[in-house]
């Protein structure tokens, strides 16, 4: 492994719902860093292989999808959308079921080596440094990163806030609908669990990663956030 390379990028961290990619674009548009959010290349390929029916899923058939992806998905990053040949495909990829699906491909050997070393090239292009977020970032993809943060949020306090999205129509205080709330809990544990506890890559803090407790408000996190990567990149 390059160490020099690997010092412009901050290894970020931490389950589904944490609310960690809005708080990395943020920190990286303050830091004028790139953001790369790891999740949304496993639901691209999620949303790609379910358009391919009887997909092999061997080596082959998973790198040519790889290298579609490096062509055609594109984040734009003032707007943070993603783009598929240039068109916004984020309802594609933010539905529960993209969501489900991608975790299922996550658990792919070939998925995950075609997308590391995807990932091990973008990482390095950016001379004003990266903010890569996922899972595995720290552990598998830059464990020789600069700085490694784990990204925290208690699951009660994810589906509550995932309740407003998935739930519009329902108005008032999410306590107020057991029903619902105990249902988005019970997913969001579910997805915990299958990304935790996977034999490849699963979702572990490094033992060198910062845990950082994303329950303050956005812009409060945000500017922590941001100080806690300059005086630690000041310090090397
Ligand atoms: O972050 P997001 O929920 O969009 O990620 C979708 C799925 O992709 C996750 O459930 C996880 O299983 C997988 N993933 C992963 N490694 C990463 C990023 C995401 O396994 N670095």
Redesign the pocket.
């Known amino acids: 492994m390059n160490q020099k390379k690997d010092t412009f990028v901050i290894a970020v961290?931490g389950p589904?719902?944490s609310g960690k990619?809005s708080l990395c674009r943020e920190t990286a548009r303050r830091l004028g860093m790139t953001h790369i959010?790891?999740?949304?290349?496993?639901?691209v390929i999620a949303w790609q292989i379910s358009l391919r029916p009887g997909f092999s899923w061997t080596q082959e058939e998973v790198q040519s999808v790889c290298h579609e992806i490096e062509e055609k998905f594109h984040w734009d990053s003032t707007t943070g959308n993603p783009l598929w040949e240039g068109q916004i495909c984020l309802k594609q990829l933010n539905s529960e079921r993209m969501?489900k699906l991608?975790?299922q491909?996550?658990q792919n050997t070939h998925v995950?080596q075609a997308l590391k070393e995807v990932f091990r090239r973008h990482g390095c292009m950016d001379p004003h440094g990266t903010i890569m977020e996922?899972?595995?970032?720290g552990t598998e993809?830059f464990p020789g990163a600069a700085l490694k943060i784990y990204v925290d949020l208690s699951a009660k306090v994810r589906a509550e806030r995932r309740f407003r999205d998935e739930y519009p129509h329902l108005e008032g205080n999410p306590d107020n609908y057991p029903l619902e709330l105990e249902s988005l809990l019970t997913k969001i544990e579910q997805?915990d669990m299958?990304?935790s506890e996977r034999d490849v890559?699963p979702?572990i803090k490094a033992e060198d990663a910062l845990l950082f407790q994303n329950d303050k408000p956005f812009r409060e996190s945000a500017a922590n956030l941001v100080e806690i990567i300059k005086s630690s990149l000041s310090k090397k």
Request: without cysteine.
């Open positions: 961290d589904s719902g990619s959010n790891t999740g949304s290349y496993y639901r969501g991608a975790s491909a996550a995950r996922g899972r595995d970032i993809i997805r299958r990304d890559a979702l």
